[in-house]
């Protein structure tokens, strides 16, 4: 895409709302001078801060709107209330209808989900649509999915799954033949459920031309980088996300209590702190923010709801790679190559 990128933004998602929203697209902004913004929100609170902004303001259409959805709302409930008038759907229908080539938004991950699909539909030959984040490892980064847009999966999802993660390495991560992982409580063909052993021998027999099928992955996996996309269904994959958060914060809070311990510590900390600082910076999961929904009928960026601008400007910035790489098309070039084989379950052979 050699034309400037539109990003709609729903200003009223997530737990902080425009004070985060406006100030983390006005960021993202001086990193991508070609992006235009429209933006949807209640003019009182979100007209005062793109005033802040010049620049913003002078690549910004703002549309007003009286509802917004709340953090805690059941998706049926966000539906009910927030169709057709919020500043979420609104944000998506900007995508539906051309307006806008992108929608980023912090808000509840249920609902934004219920909307997408019900705003933009899901595509052709893919059954449930999917959460794909980018996960920091040893060797750079990977994209790991589900996770959580859809709890559990059978096979037939997790090839889905693995066709479309494949699919948004080649754009974020620039390989031409991504290797995919099935996530799994062994690497041997034996372990695991039937819905992943099966997944495995359609991946392996397949030999898709756009992915290359590496074979069962474990939970250390993760942080090694061992492959670049890793599949595995929205539980899991959630709780696996969460726990890694978790992990970072309680390694950093670890580090800081034994930099201040002695005089000592405070003096090597001196000497140490361009490494602890590159070290704080990896951990930073502001960088790493923002997971697509793949497998709809447009792009739809999911910022964390309790992150802060910088974090925000990572999801409206991976939401305008999306949009100029085209990943829409890389998804359907890779869908359609996909043979998509019936799902059936081997036969014990017979004995005499």
Known sequence: MTRPVTIALDAMGGDHGPSVVIPGA?????????????????????????????????????????????????????????????????????????????TVSAGNTGALMAMSKFCLKSMPQVDRPALAGLWPTARGESIVLDLGATIGADARHLVDLAVMGAAMARVVLDLDRPTVGLLNVGVE??????????????????????????????????????????????????????????????????????????????IGYVFARGAFAALKDKLDPRKSNGGVFLGLEGIVVKSHGGTDAIGFASAAELGYEMAREDLMAKVREMVAASTRPELTVAQPAETE
């Not at 099966?198 to 099928?213: D, F, T, V």
């Not at 590496?214 to 996996?221: I, N, P, Y």
Request: proline letters at 3%; a positive charge; glycine letters at 8%.
């Open 189 to 266: 063909e034996i372990k695991g459920v039937e819905a992943v052993k099966e997944a495995g021998r359609i991946l392996r027999e397949s030999n898709l031309p756009h992915l290359a099928y590496h074979g069962f992955v474990e939970g250390d996996d993760l942080g090694k980088g061992t492959v670049d996309v890793v599949v595995t269904e929205g539980f899991t994959g959630n709780i696996a996300l969460k726990t890694a958060e978790g992990t970072a914060k309680q390694i950093a809070e670890y580090l800081r209590a034994a930099m201040g311990r002695s005089l000592m510590s405070k």
């Open 26 to 102: 006005a960021l993202m902004l001086e990193r991508r001078p070609d992006a235009r913004f429209v933006i949807f929100g209640d003019e009182k609170q979100v007209l005062p801060l793109i005033d802040q902004h010049p620049k913003l303001k002078a690549v910004t259409t703002f549309h007003h709107t009286e509802v917004s959805v709340k953090m805690d709302d059941k998706p049926s409930q966000a539906l009910r209330y927030g169709r057709y008038k919020s500043s979420m759907w609104r944000a998506i229908d900007a995508t539906k209808t051309g307006e806008a080539h992108v």
